[in-house]
């Protein structure tokens, strides 16, 4: 069964630090994964994929993930936290010719604080 | 360009009633999902459409939900004699075909069952 894992419901950072949110799969077959956004009371924003090639991949608002195989992870991750980045993130994966579901995580509540 | 529409953003209904909520997809996207998400909480995969293709019902919690899509466009999920249990935000999201493409969310309906 596929299945993607976000294994801290919060994460609090001070603004100017990094972040980091962290998301790991478990799929059979290659994997495409996605990370989204959502603020209050809005849909999720596409924040940016992993389809193939380099395995560091520049996405919104400054943030960046990257792929690691080895330990199924896609972390996202930015250098210096903005207090306007609080709100829930949400990782996701698709499995290659599997096209009919995305497979989300349960979501990361990201606090900046001033 | 426009986005995912859906209406509409709120709805307060009483146990029982049935109630129609509609998802207008970016025009050219051949895939439309629709999502249950309870407050705060992730995303709960209902159904899956593609193109001409018979949809991905695998999601639906009971047989008083149901989704049609006309046209290859408009999608309507009805759900029948509302519980209260069914009081959640739906989510819409359409994308390209090709199981690369990230999907574009819509607002949301929040639903309400008294």
């Known amino acids: 069964a596929q299945s993607v894992a976000q294994p801290e419901d919060q994460v609090n950072v001070a603004e100017g630090n990094p972040l980091t949110v962290k998301c790991t799969y478990s799929v059979s077959g290659n994997p495409y994964l996605f990370w989204y956004v959502q603020y209050p009371n809005r849909g999720l924003q596409f924040l940016l994929k992993y389809i193939t090639g380099d395995n560091l991949v520049k996405g919104s608002y400054g943030f960046e993930a990257e792929f690691n195989k080895s330990q199924t992870s896609f972390h996202l991750k930015k250098p210096s936290a903005l207090v306007s980045d609080s709100a829930l993130y949400f990782c996701a994966v698709r499995v290659q010719y599997n096209f009919n579901k995305f497979y989300f995580g349960s979501g990361t509540k990201l606090n900046v604080k001033p | 360009g426009a986005g995912v529409s859906q209406s509409p953003s709120n709805k307060v209904t009483e146990k029982g009633k049935d109630v129609e909520l509609r998802c207008d997809p970016i025009s050219g996207h051949t895939a439309l999902y629709w999502y249950r998400q309870s407050l705060g909480q992730g995303l709960e995969f209902l159904i899956y459409f593609q193109g001409n293709s018979a949809p991905d019902k695998s999601g639906l919690p009971s047989d008083r939900f149901s989704a049609e899509r006309t046209g290859g466009s408009v999608s309507t999920l009805t759900i029948q004699r509302t519980q209260q249990e069914d009081s959640a935000v739906y989510l819409c999201?359409?994308?390209?075909?090709?199981?690369?493409?990230?999907?574009?969310f819509g607002p949301g309906t929040r639903l309400t069952v008294l």
């Open positions: 999201a359409s994308s390209l075909s090709g199981s690369n493409n990230e999907q574009f």
